[in-house]
């Protein structure tokens, strides 16, 4: 089993910054990819940054520029740092990993909440 637990989640002022960190029971090169995901009260989840096994990124429009996501080996874990926070980013944000091998579901962390305040 996958456990994915995010930590880093917290209120901050628009402008400001914050660091998000997932930590991965396995090796993060067991997954072909792996991303932040966020869901704001009334809306649907939406994929926020990406990261290939290669070290490829991907970004949302909506976040280019202002998020960064990088990952530790070593660590197994995967980061998003978060700058220019602005009030639309506030959500719950959730780390995912896709299934393995030929596995059906992927894998998702609780979730932590990021409230930007205006």
């Known amino acids: 089993q996958v456990q994915l637990v995010e930590s880093g989640g917290g209120l901050v002022q628009a402008g400001g910054s914050l660091r998000l960190s997932c930590a991965v029971s396995?090796?993060?090169?067991?997954?072909?990819?792996m991303g932040w995901y966020r869901q704001a009260p009334g809306k649907q989840r939406e994929l926020v940054a990406s990261?290939?096994?290669?070290?490829?990124?991907d970004y949302a429009d909506s976040v280019k520029g202002r998020f960064a996501i990088s990952r530790d080996v070593a660590k197994n874990t995967v980061d998003l740092q978060m700058n220019s926070l602005e009030p639309e980013d506030t959500a719950v944000y959730y780390c995912?990993?896709?299934?393995?091998?030929?596995?059906?579901?992927?894998?998702w962390g609780q979730g932590t909440q990021v409230t930007v305040s205006s």
């Open positions: 995912y990993a896709p299934p393995l091998g030929y596995g059906y579901y992927g894998y």
């Open positions: 396995r090796s993060i090169f067991s997954f072909d990819s």
């Open positions: 990261i290939t096994r290669d070290g490829f990124t």
